[in-house]
């Protein structure tokens, strides 16, 4: 079965500056997809990023880059040019691609609380 | 465009009771999956439907049942309520099952 562990339950971030969350997780899979979503207090899971397992380049949307380390199994998110709308829970996912395509089924992490202070 | 929409926003059941929480998926969405997330905790997955049946299923027990509708809208049904079932509930759609949309859930709280 695989699990996906985040270490870090609060963390804070001065605005404008770079914070990194971590993330590992357990699989014996080959073919997957990680994200990072964001939880904000209205409730509604946003994805920030999304990496496939098979491509060695690191995904980058606009602030938000991963630093992902296949043979450790790590998968961490960094953050740059915080902003006070960045303050969220956000979690890791892990989701199995099966031979006949994605099995849809997300495995989330425990979450980090990420406060961004003025 | 509409995402996805789920109603109600908030619940409160008695212990015993049975819920049906409702989601109609962002447009041109065929597949839904609902999720159950404890304050605190990551979400967790209970099943997934495609085309009107039951793809996969979590780990919970059959008093989580579910529908899907020819419209693609899909209904999770909680029998026999326990305090452990207080939860937000997650619904989540998608067309090619790489990226979902996620509503703001449900708030079930069960006394």
């Known amino acids: 079965a695989q699990t996906v562990t985040q270490s870090q339950p609060e963390m804070s971030v001065q605005e404008a500056e770079t914070v990194t969350l971590s993330c590992t997780y357990d699989?014996?899979?080959?073919?997957?997809?990680l994200f990072w979503y964001k939880q904000p207090p209205s409730r509604q899971m946003i994805l920030v990023i999304r990496?496939?397992?098979?491509?060695?380049q690191n995904a980058t949307e606009n602030r938000f880059s991963v630093n992902f380390q296949k043979a450790a199994k790590s998968f961490s998110l960094k953050i740059s040019d915080s902003q006070l709308g960045d303050t969220a829970m956000y979690f890791c996912?892990?989701?199995?691609?099966?031979?006949?395509?994605?099995?849809?089924?997300?495995?989330f992490g425990q979450g980090t609380t990420l406060q961004v202070k003025p | 465009d509409a995402g996805v929409t789920q109603s109600p926003t908030h619940l409160i059941k008695t212990r015993g009771q049975q819920v049906t929480l409702r989601c109609s998926p962002k447009?041109?969405?065929?597949?839904v999956s609902w999720y159950q997330q404890a304050l605190g905790q990551g979400p967790q997955f209970i099943f997934q439907?495609?085309?009107?049946?039951?793809?996969q299923r979590g780990n919970f027990p059959d008093r989580f049942s579910g529908h899907q509708f020819p419209n693609y809208s899909s209904e999770l049904n909680v029998n026999a309520l326990l305090l452990g079932d207080s939860a937000l509930y997650l619904c989540?759609?998608?067309?090619?099952?790489?990226?979902?949309?996620f509503g703001s859930g449900t708030r079930l709280t069960v006394v």
């Open positions: 989540a759609s998608s067309f090619d099952g790489y990226g979902y949309t």
């Open positions: 699989t014996s899979e080959s073919n997957y997809y």
């Open positions: 990496q496939e397992a098979y491509k060695q």
């Open positions: 996912a892990f989701m199995k691609l099966s031979g006949s395509g994605n099995t849809g089924k997300l495995i």
């Open positions: 447009s041109g969405h065929d597949t």
């Open positions: 439907y495609y085309e009107e049946e039951e793809r």
